[in-house]
C-alpha cells in the first residue's frame, strides 16, 4: 500500500514537472519554427526506440526474469539480467549511429511538408539528440530489474530527475545557449534516470557485469517474443509517425507543436494513473502467472480496470467541456497565442475519445505478457495501426489538428476492443454483469458531470473563472451521482475512510 501510495505521489509530481516543462518550452518557441525543429527533432530518437526495441525492454523482460526468481533464485535471474542489459545496449548504440548517420532523411521522412528552415534545424538537433537512446534503454532495463526485485519508489522517480534538469534549464540558461541548449538538456536528463538508479541495485544484491551470451536459452526466449511485443506496442509510435507527417502539411508545420502540446498534456493526465496500476501491478500478475494462479492474476488485471475508469472516466469528460480554458491557462503566454490555444485544446479534446480505452488497453497488454502470449497484442496494434491510418486521410482533411487527434483516439479504442474480446474469448468469463453495471454507473455520472460543467462554465466569464467552477462542479457532481447510483467503487472507498476514522478515534464500526 505505502510503494503505491507513493507511486502515485512521485508520478503526479513527475508529471507536474513535466507540465512545467512543457509550459516554459511553450512560453519561450510558441509554435515558431525552432518548437517545431524541437519537436520533430525530440520525437525521432524516442519512436526509433519504440520501433525497434521499445515495448520489448520490461515487456519481455520482467516475466523471464520473475520466473527464474522463483523458480533458480537469484544467481540466476542476475545472470540473465547482465545478459539482457548488456544486449539492449549493443542495440541501442547500433540505433543511436544510425540516427546521427541518416538524420537528415529521418527529418524529411517524418515532417516532410514543414517549413525548410525547421527541416535544416531539426537535422541538427536530432544528431545531438540520438544518443539518448542508449541511456532510455538503459533505464528501462534498470526499470525492470528493480520492478521485479520489488522496488517501486525509484522507477517512480526518475522522470523527475529528467524533467528537473530541463526545468533548471529553461528558467536559467535557455536565453543563453536557446534549442541547442535545450536538447543537450534533455540527453543529459535522460543519461541521469540510469544513473540514479544504480545505487538502490546495488543495495538490492545487483550489479551488474557487461557480459553476452547469444546463446542462453533465457536470452532466446526473451528474443522469440520480441517482434510480437514490439508490433504489440506499435500503435502509439505508429500512430504519432502518421500524425506528424500529417500535421506537417498545416499551418506550415505549425500544427505538429500543437499536436504535440496536446499528446503531452493527454499523456500526463493519463499517465499518471495507467503508470501506477500498470507497473505497480505488472510484477505481482507476472508471479501470479508464473505460479499457476491465473484466477488471482485475473482478479487483479480486473481490479486495476475498474479503479482506473473511476478515475479516467469523469477526467475525459472534464477535458472534452473544459479543454479550451484548461490550455489558455496552462500554456497562453510568451511566444505561445490564442491561435496556438485553439489548435492546441481542438487536439486536446479529440484525443480524449480514446483515453478511457488507452487506459485500459495498457492493463490488458500487460495481463498478455505476464503470460508471455504476445501474438494477440500484436494483432491487436496491428488493428489499431491500420484504423488510425485509414481514418486520417479523411479526418484531418476534414477537421484539420482535431481530425488527426481524433484518428488516433478511435484507433486507440479499436486496439483495446480487440484485446478484450481475445481475452474473452479465452478466459470465457471476464467482466460479470456487476462490474458492466458499475462501469456503465461511472460513465453515466461522467455524462451528467459533463453537462453540469458545460452550463456552469458556459455561464462565467474568463478561462480561470471557467476552469475553477467547471471543476469543482464536476468533482461534486460525480461524486454525488457515484453515491445515488451506488458505484461499488466509492462504497468501497467511503467505508475504508469510515474505518480508519473510527480506529483513529477509537471506535468502532459495529
Wanted: charged share 15%; hydrophobic share 55%; net charge positive.
Amino acid at each position: 500500500m505505502k510503494s503505491a501510495v507513493f507511486m502515485v505521489i512521485a508520478t503526479v509530481m513527475a508529471k507536474a514537472l513535466g507540465l512545467v516543462r512543457d509550459m516554459l518550452i511553450a512560453a519561450h518557441y510558441g509554435t515558431t519554427v525552432e518548437a517545431v525543429a524541437y519537436d520533430a527533432a525530440s520525437r525521432l530518437p524516442i519512436l526509433l526506440f519504440d520501433f525497434v526495441i521499445g515495448g520489448v525492454v520490461t515487456a519481455a523482460f520482467i516475466p523471464i526474469f520473475n520466473e527464474l526468481l522463483v523458480k533458480k533464485g537469484r544467481d540466476e535471474a542476475f545472470k540473465f539480467a547482465d545478459h539482457y542489459v548488456t544486449l539492449i545496449l549493443l542495440v541501442t548504440v547500433i540505433i543511436a549511429l544510425i540516427g546521427v548517420l541518416f538524420a537528415a532523411p529521418l527529418v524529411e521522412f517524418l515532417i516532410p511538408d514543414a517549413a525548410d528552415e525547421a527541416k535544416i534545424m531539426a537535422v541538427e538537433l536530432t544528431r545531438i539528440m540520438f544518443p539518448m537512446i542508449i541511456f532510455t534503454g538503459l533505464a528501462f532495463a534498470f526499470v525492470g530489474v528493480l520492478l521485479s526485485l520489488g522496488e517501486f519508489r525509484i522507477p517512480a522517480i526518475i522522470s523527475l530527475v529528467s524533467n528537473g534538469v530541463m526545468v533548471i534549464y529553461l528558467f536559467s540558461l535557455d536565453r543563453v545557449f536557446g534549442v541547442i541548449g535545450l536538447s543537450v538538456s534533455m540527453l543529459i536528463g535522460w543519461l541521469l534516470q540510469a544513473i540514479v538508479q544504480i545505487p538502490r541495485l546495488n543495495s538490492l544484491g545487483y550489479r551488474y557485469r557487461m557480459r553476452l551470451s547469444l546463446g542462453s536459452p533465457y536470452i532466446k526466449q526473451a528474443a522469440k517474443g520480441a517482434l510480437p511485443i514490439l508490433l504489440g506496442t506499435w500503435t502509439g509510435p505508429v500512430c504519432s509517425l502518421i500524425n506528424t507527417r500529417f500535421a506537417s502539411g498545416i499551418e506550415a508545420g505549425r500544427a505538429v507543436t500543437a499536436l504535440g502540446y496536446a499528446n503531452r498534456f493527454y499523456t500526463i493526465l493519463i499517465g499518471v494513473f495507467s503508470y501506477v496500476a500498470t507497473n505497480l501491478l505488472f510484477p505481482y500478475i507476472s508471479k501470479a502467472t508464473a505460479g499457476g494462479e491465473k484466477e488471482e492474476a485475473n482478479k487483479l488485471m480486473l481490479s486495476s480496470i475498474r479503479i482506473l475508469m473511476l478515475v479516467i472516466m469523469p477526467i475525459t469528460a472534464g477535458l472534452m467541456v473544459l479543454s479550451e480554458p484548461l490550455v489558455s491557462i496552462v500554456y497562453q503566454r510568451g511566444e505561445f497565442n490564442a491561435q496556438d490555444v485553439a489548435m492546441t485544446a481542438e487536439a486536446l479534446g479529440f484525443y480524449t475519445v480514446g483515453m478511457v480505452f488507452a487506459a485500459a488497453n495498457e492493463v490488458l497488454t500487460k495481463a498478455f505478457f505476464a503470460r508471455k502470449e504476445f501474438k494477440i497484442p500484436m494483432y491487436a496494434s496491428i488493428c489499431a495501426m491500420g484504423v488510425n491510418f485509414a481514418l486520417v486521410f479523411f479526418f484531418a482533411k476534414s477537421f484539420g489538428v482535431g481530425g488527426i487527434a481524433l484518428s488516433s483516439g478511435i484507433a486507440v479504442a479499436a486496439g483495446c476492443i480487440f484485446n478484450y474480446i481475445a481475452l474473452l474469448k479465452r478466459d470465457k468469463v471476464l467482466f460479470v454483469w456487476s462490474d458492466v453495471k458499475n462501469l456503465l454507473k461511472m460513465a453515466v455520472s461522467s455524462l451528467v458531470m459533463a453537462v453540469s460543467v458545460y452550463f456552469v462554465s458556459s455561464a462565467v466569464s474568463g478561462n480561470l473563472a471557467k476552469l475553477i467552477l467547471g471543476v469543482l462542479t464536476g468533482v461534486g457532481v460525480y461524486f454525488i451521482m457515484c453515491v445515488i447510483l451506488k458505484v461499488e467503487e466509492i462504497g468501497y472507498l467511503m467505508n475504508a475512510l469510515r474505518s480508519k476514522f473510527l480506529s483513529k478515534n477509537g471506535g468502532s464500526d459495529d
